[in-house]
């Protein structure tokens, strides 16, 4: 019983097994079946001959032909043949559709045997397999729209086959599509393809491109994704049709993967328009409209909501041949770019080789040149640009052709990690402009900006306008390449730099990144323009000390260097934070203008102690350090260049200097400062230093110049005169071993002129001393010292006071002199002064008067001396004698008269005050700070 149950168990089993099999196969050979259904007036008719499915027949109206198929699939090695020769060769369009319930699944070859353009729709999805091909002389779309749309209202609708179609005699206008469009997938490795100068369309829900390949060389391809219920509209043109998407609400995701290549490239480069949600490329994939011949190409056209570059993947509207390439507009709220080469090996490919392939260049964005034509325009709008690990977006020349303009408006921020946006010149082809807009930039790990150029071509100009901040940091890992924004001249180029122009609120620069414009032969450097509202503030070295945080101008070469100039609020550099233009060649410096409304303050040193936080002009060989730039071969010739600063407050400290610097033969600048506050402490500096140069002067204006411990002014020279320095301020205060030198060691001293209302701390000495000194001196002797010349300005009460009339009152109009002082009239008193008291009545005010009087009897004299003590409200007391006269030999009793009141007073001639019997004659008169006016 049991085995029976076994066997008949294992029996069932079996045949089961088997039946699936069969079902299974049964069901793929149907599905690989071209069928039509009986839904049209004139039906379709499939004829199988051998591996070819002959679809003939078909509804015809107008110059439109339609077909109508419950399936419509095609297995491996087979063809499915649109076969015209039993209608009229004028046919126009063949308009496909598919009611079945399955999706269509293209192993094999689609053919037409007439130029007419094939719409294929099918709801259910569609999938082309690694041996799809296409054999169409017209345009190629398909859809899993549910219907096609013509401009009389008709449509032919792959979803409500029931009902008769109405079918329209005109071109279709647009794609229906229903509640859920489902996906379309490309695997085809021998690719979907058109030879014609027509369009190839893939439009449908989400895109699926796992190492799928389609090809319309000088053509058009069009890629969209949409969401439920769009509508997509049809634009017939002289080489197929266009897309748009402007009624489309929500879109899905295009994804590129495994080496998937979407090429319109040609003798001409054809169009690409691609729409989506996400737009995907990983894994080498690429979307290309390169020009390879002499007919200018067409454009590439990404919209979508994120555009992502992973892994290799790259999109390219480049040249190379005689004919323009087309431009490239990316619209995306988002744009990823994840590369996977290290940007060190990219950098020194480009710099050895001059050139390199798309491959090569790896994951990014790329409008170039290789050949004759001219790079286009590549254009970004979007809220974020994010590149990272070697990403790239370039519009360079590499040849003969002039390379493209870049555009990059990002309204929230651009990010740059270990990656480069750059239209370097490697050829004879003038750079383009690059411009990026934006919120936000940062760039770190080597990461930047770059307008360069190698060869004869010219190089474009640089504009960063960040609304908010820039912030650059750090170094490549190798510490050899700094992030950056730079404009660079080499060696073997011969035309002018482009310049560098920045406009922020913020631009921080920090651990070794930087800013500049250099020069390495005979090309002239570009200048740098930089324009921060609120700050600038530049920090520190790179990891290894090698690379200072910079901003700078540098002659290498025989062209001179550019000039920067910085305009903001406050200037910040500290740890060995520069500003500088330098030649290490026969170039000349530029100069350096810094102008901010409130204050500059440099501060220390870098951590290893070798370089000061400065601002500064050098004609020096090692003036400023690079790991990237190789120390220069030749002596230094150039000169240094003038640096100029205005600002409401100039701080210098913990070592921090502002310097114009010639080695050798080389000359020094001259170097202004206009201040209302100018302060160095701890070792601060500003001078100008020669060794057998000229130049080398020093001017400062200020209200208020401190030296603290043992900071320095000096223009001092070793085989040169010493230069001349020029101080006009309100106070000069030098404490703790503070200077100001113009000092030579073999040559004359150099002038000091200090022009001041105050000088506190300092003088002038012949020599320096552990005080704080103002010297001229010359190693050579006294013969040779300098000139010092010290104005202290007096004060003069005209500038400051104002003078007060002397008889700003008419007397005779505002003094009555005939006023009797018993008959009841009064004064009256204005101003700021007064008359004296009235001396026929009491004495009022604050003058208490305490009477401690004690009579002595003069023995000599025979009087009576009262002794009076007066006491006044200010504390103030002085003695008062007052005198009674009697008869002399009477002894003190006898002789005691009564006390006799005091009339009046005067200042007798001991300048005491004297109290009378008698009234007093005055003479009235008039104050200058009151007026007194009798009235009756």
Not at 93 to 105: A, D, P
């Amino acid at each position: 019983m049991g085995s029976f149950i076994q066997q008949k168990s294992f029996t069932l089993l079996l045949l089961t097994g088997n039946l699936f099999v069969d079902l299974l196969v049964s069901s793929k050979i149907a599905h690989a079946q071209v069928i039509p259904d009986d839904t049209l007036p004139q039906n379709t008719r499939v004829t199988k001959n051998g591996n070819i499915s002959e679809i003939q027949n078909g509804t015809r109206v107008g110059n439109n032909l339609f077909h109508s198929f419950e399936e419509f699939s095609v297995s491996e090695g087979s063809t499915a043949l649109f076969d015209l020769r039993t209608i009229n060769q004028d046919v126009q369009n063949i308009i496909n559709r598919v009611t079945g319930n399955n999706s269509s699944e293209i192993n094999g070859t689609i053919k037409v045997n007439n130029a007419a353009n094939l719409f294929l729709i099918n709801p259910q999805g569609i999938v082309f397999g690694a041996n799809a091909e296409l054999d169409i002389r017209g345009s190629f779309l398909a859809s899993t729209a549910n219907s096609i749309q013509f401009p009389d209202g008709q449509e032919f609708s792959a979803r409500n086959s029931s009902t008769p179609p109405l079918l329209s005699i005109n071109v279709p206008i647009g794609l229906q599509f229903g509640a859920n469009p489902a996906p379309i997938e490309n695997q085809s490795t021998g690719g979907l393809h058109l030879d014609s100068l027509q369009t190839l369309a893939l439009v449908g829900g989400e895109l699926r491109f796992p190492g799928g390949h389609l090809t319309a060389p000088q053509g058009r391809i069009e890629l969209g994704s949409v969401g439920e219920n769009s509508f997509v509209q049809i634009t017939p043109t002289i080489n197929g049709f266009t897309l748009g998407y402007e009624q489309v609400k929500n879109f899905q995701d295009i994804n590129l993967s495994q080496q998937s290549v979407v090429d319109a490239s040609g003798t001409g480069s054809g169009f690409i328009q691609v729409r989506g949600a996400q737009v995907n490329l990983t894994q080498a994939s690429q979307i290309l409209a390169n020009t390879e011949g002499d007919i200018d190409g067409g454009d590439i056209t990404i919209q979508a909501e994120q555009l992502n570059l992973k892994e290799g993947a790259f999109v390219s509207a480049s040249t190379f041949g005689d004919g323009a390439a087309g431009r490239l507009m990316v619209n995306a709220a988002s744009v990823e770019i994840i590369g996977i080469r290290n940007l060190q090996e990219v950098l020194d490919t480009l710099f050895e080789e001059k050139t390199i392939t798309l491959p090569e260049l790896g994951t990014g964005i790329f409008s170039l040149s290789f050949g004759s034509g001219a790079a286009n325009s590549l254009i970004i709008n979007t809220e974020t640009l994010s590149l990272q690990e070697g990403g790239f977006i370039s519009t360079s020349p590499f040849s003969t052709g002039s390379g493209g303009d870049m555009m990059v408006r990002a309204s929230e921020s651009v990010e740059l990690v270990g990656s480069e946006l750059f239209a370097d010149s490697y050829g004879k082809g003038d750079a383009g402009q690059l411009t990026v807009q934006t919120r936000q930039l940062r760039a770190s790990e080597g990461g930047g900006i770059f307008n360069s150029t190698f060869d004869a071509g010219r190089g474009g100009n640089l504009f960063i306008q960040a609304s908010d901040s820039i912030e650059l940091i750090g170094t490549t890992p190798d510490g050899r390449f700094k992030s950056a924004i730079a404009s660079n001249a080499f060696e073997d180029a011969t035309q002018a730099r482009g310049n560098v122009i920045i406009e922020t609120r913020r631009l921080t620069i920090q651990d070794g990144a930087g800013i500049g414009a250099a020069t390495f032969g005979t090309a002239q450097g570009g200048t740098v323009n930089v324009r921060a509202s609120d700050s600038v503030e530049l920090i520190g070295t790179s990891a290894n000390g090698q690379e200072l945080s910079s901003l700078n101008t540098q002659s290498f070469g025989t062209g001179a260097a550019g000039d920067i100039e910085v305009y903001t609020r406050r200037l910040v550099l500290r740890d060995g934070g520069v500003i500088s233009t330098t030649t290490q060649n026969a170039g000349r410096a530029g100069r350096l203008v810094v102008r901010t409304s409130e204050s500059v303050e440099l501060s220390g040193v870098s951590a290893d102690g070798k370089f000061p936080s400065s601002l500064r002009s050098d004609a020096s060989s090692d003036s400023v350090p690079s790991g990237f730039i190789p120390p220069p071969q030749t002596e230094v010739l150039g000169e240094a260049g003038d640096v100029t600063i205005d600002t409401r407050r100039l701080i210098i400290r913990n070592g921090a200097e502002i310097t114009v610097n010639g080695e050798k033969l080389a000359a020094a600048g001259n170097l202004g400062i206009e201040a209302d506050l100018i302060r160095l402490s701890n070792g601060g500096t500003i001078s100008a230093t020669t060794v057998a140069g000229t130049g080398g002067n020093i001017t400062l204006q200020t209200q208020n110049l401190l030296l603290q411990n043992q900071s320095q002014i000096s223009t001092n020279a070793e085989n040169a005169n010493g230069g001349n320095i020029t101080i006009d301020t309100g106070n000069l205060v030098a404490l703790n071993n503070s200077d100001i030198s113009a000092n030579a060691q073999v040559g004359t001293g150099g002038r000091v002129t200090v022009n001041a209302f105050g000088i506190f701390g300092t003088q002038f000495r012949e020599r320096l001393t552990p005080e704080s000194d103002i010297t001229a001196t010359s190693a050579l002797g006294p013969e040779f010292k300098g000139m010092v010349n010290i104005n202290i300005e007096n004060i003069d009460p005209n500038q400051g006071l104002v003078r007060l009339p002397e008889n700003f009152i008419e007397s005779n109009n505002q003094i009555a002199t005939g006023c009797a002082a018993d008959e009841g009239n009064s004064f009256v008193v204005t101003g700021r002064g007064g008359l004296p008291e009235d001396p026929t009545q009491t004495l009022r005010g604050r003058t208490l008067w305490q009477d401690l009087r004690t009579l002595v009897l003069n023995e000599d004299e025979g009087d009576y001396v009262e002794t009076l003590h007066a006491t006044s409200g200010s504390g103030a007391s002085r003695d008062v004698t007052v005198e009674s006269l009697g008869d002399r030999g009477e002894s003190a009793s006898e002789r005691r008269l009564p006390i006799v009141e005091a009339q009046g007073w005067i200042i007798n001639s001991q300048g005491q005050v004297e109290l009378v019997a008698h009234v007093p004659e005055v003479t009235p008169h008039s104050s200058l700070y009151g007026s007194a006016t009798c009235l009756n």
